[in-house]
C-alpha cells in the first residue's frame, strides 16, 4: 500500500514537472504534421533573434534606387517597391527609374516595367548579355551590356547596341524611416517555419541543453506510462485481493 501511495504522488509529481514541456511537444508536432498544407515549409521567419539562435547573419537594408516618390528595394531574390514586394529577381536588381508614367526595373535576366502601385505590367526578356546598369538618355532605357550598351525600343521590345556618354543611375542611401522599417522585416536568409517549429520540437533550436532537455522529458514521460500502469494494476490487485477475502 504505502509503495503505490509513493509511485502515485512521484506519478502527480513528474506530471506537474513537465506538463508545459509536453503541451509544447505535443503542439509543435501537431503544427509539423499540417506545415506543408499551410506553406510553413516555404514561409520565411523575419525575427533578427531567431537569426542568433542560428548565428545566421541578418543582411541589413542600407540601398536602393529611387523612382519619382518611391523606392526599388532588393531583399533577397524579391523586389519591394517601398515595403511592398513586387516581383522576384533571382539575378539581382541592376537599376530602376521611372519612365513613361511606369517604373522600369533591371534584372540580370529581365526588365520589369509596373505602375505606380507595384502591379507589374509587363516583363521584358532577351535582354543583352550580361547587363548590369540603367540609365535614361532622351527618355529611352538603356542597358550596359557585356561589351556593349543597348537601348530599350518599346514599340518592338527590342534591344539596339548604342553608344554614347552615359550617366548610370546610382544605387543611392535609404531614407532612414524606410531603412528601420525595412530591416525590421528582413527575412532570416534560408530559415522557414516549418525548420523553426522542427528544432523547437526536437530542442536544438537551443542547442545541445535544448536537445538534453528534450531528452529528459522524453524519459520522464516514459516513466509516467509506467508509474500509470503500474499505479492501475496495483489498484486492480487490490480489488481482487478484497473480492477474494
Request: charged share 15%; aromatic share 8%; with cysteine.
Given at each position: 500500500?504505502?509503495?503505490l501511495?509513493w509511485?502515485?504522488?512521484?506519478?502527480?509529481?513528474?506530471?506537474?514537472?513537465?506538463?508545459v514541456?509536453?503541451?509544447?511537444?505535443?503542439?509543435?508536432?501537431?503544427?509539423?504534421?499540417?506545415?506543408?498544407?499551410?506553406?510553413?515549409?516555404?514561409?520565411?521567419?523575419?525575427?533578427?533573434?531567431?537569426?542568433?539562435?542560428?548565428?545566421?547573419?541578418?543582411?541589413?537594408?542600407?540601398?536602393?534606387?529611387p523612382?519619382?516618390?518611391?523606392?526599388?528595394?532588393?531583399?533577397?531574390?524579391?523586389?519591394?517597391?517601398?515595403?511592398?514586394?513586387?516581383?522576384?529577381?533571382?539575378?539581382?536588381?541592376?537599376?530602376?527609374?521611372?519612365?513613361?508614367?511606369?517604373?522600369?526595373?533591371?534584372?540580370?535576366?529581365?526588365?520589369?516595367?509596373?505602375?505606380?502601385?507595384?502591379?507589374?505590367?509587363?516583363?521584358?526578356?532577351?535582354?543583352?548579355?550580361?547587363?548590369?546598369?540603367?540609365?535614361?538618355?532622351?527618355?529611352?532605357?538603356?542597358?550596359?551590356?557585356?561589351?556593349?550598351?543597348?537601348?530599350?525600343?518599346?514599340?518592338t521590345?527590342?534591344?539596339?547596341?548604342?553608344s554614347?556618354?552615359?550617366?548610370?543611375?546610382?544605387?543611392?542611401?535609404?531614407?532612414?524611416?524606410?531603412?528601420?522599417?525595412?530591416?525590421?522585416?528582413?527575412?532570416?536568409?534560408?530559415?522557414?517555419?516549418?525548420?523553426?517549429?522542427?528544432?523547437?520540437?526536437?530542442?536544438?533550436?537551443?542547442?545541445?541543453?535544448?536537445?538534453?532537455?528534450?531528452?529528459?522529458?522524453?524519459?520522464?514521460?516514459?516513466?509516467?506510462?509506467?508509474?500509470?500502469?503500474?499505479?492501475?494494476?496495483g489498484?486492480?490487485?487490490?480489488?481482487?485481493?478484497?473480492?477474494?477475502?
Amino acid at each position: 500500500m504505502q509503495r503505490l501511495v509513493w509511485w502515485i504522488q512521484w506519478h502527480r509529481r513528474i506530471g506537474a514537472a513537465i506538463a508545459v514541456l509536453v503541451f509544447l511537444l505535443a503542439a509543435t508536432g501537431i503544427l509539423i504534421n499540417h506545415s506543408q498544407q499551410m506553406g510553413w515549409h516555404q514561409a520565411p521567419v523575419y525575427s533578427a533573434t531567431l537569426a542568433s539562435l542560428y548565428h545566421i547573419p541578418l543582411p541589413a537594408l542600407e540601398s536602393g534606387f529611387p523612382a519619382g516618390e518611391h523606392w526599388v528595394v532588393q531583399q533577397g531574390q524579391q523586389v519591394l517597391l517601398d515595403r511592398q514586394v513586387v516581383a522576384e529577381c533571382s539575378g539581382g536588381v541592376q537599376g530602376a527609374t521611372l519612365w513613361q508614367d511606369m517604373i522600369a526595373v533591371l534584372c540580370s535576366d529581365a526588365l520589369l516595367l509596373l505602375d505606380a502601385q507595384g502591379q507589374l505590367i509587363e516583363t521584358v526578356r532577351g535582354l543583352p548579355e550580361s547587363v548590369s546598369a540603367l540609365a535614361l538618355d532622351g527618355g529611352k532605357l538603356v542597358a550596359r551590356g557585356a561589351t556593349a550598351n543597348h537601348v530599350y525600343a518599346d514599340d518592338t521590345g527590342a534591344w539596339a547596341a548604342t553608344s554614347g556618354a552615359l550617366q548610370w543611375l546610382p544605387v543611392q542611401a535609404l531614407p532612414a524611416e524606410l531603412k528601420t522599417e525595412l530591416n525590421a522585416h528582413n527575412p532570416v536568409p534560408g530559415l522557414t517555419r516549418e525548420r523553426v517549429l522542427l528544432d523547437l520540437h526536437s530542442g536544438r533550436l537551443f542547442g545541445d541543453v535544448g536537445v538534453l532537455v528534450v531528452d529528459i522529458v522524453g524519459v520522464l514521460i516514459c516513466l509516467l506510462a509506467f508509474s500509470g500502469a503500474l499505479t492501475w494494476v496495483g489498484r486492480y490487485y487490490r480489488k481482487f485481493r478484497r473480492r477474494h477475502h
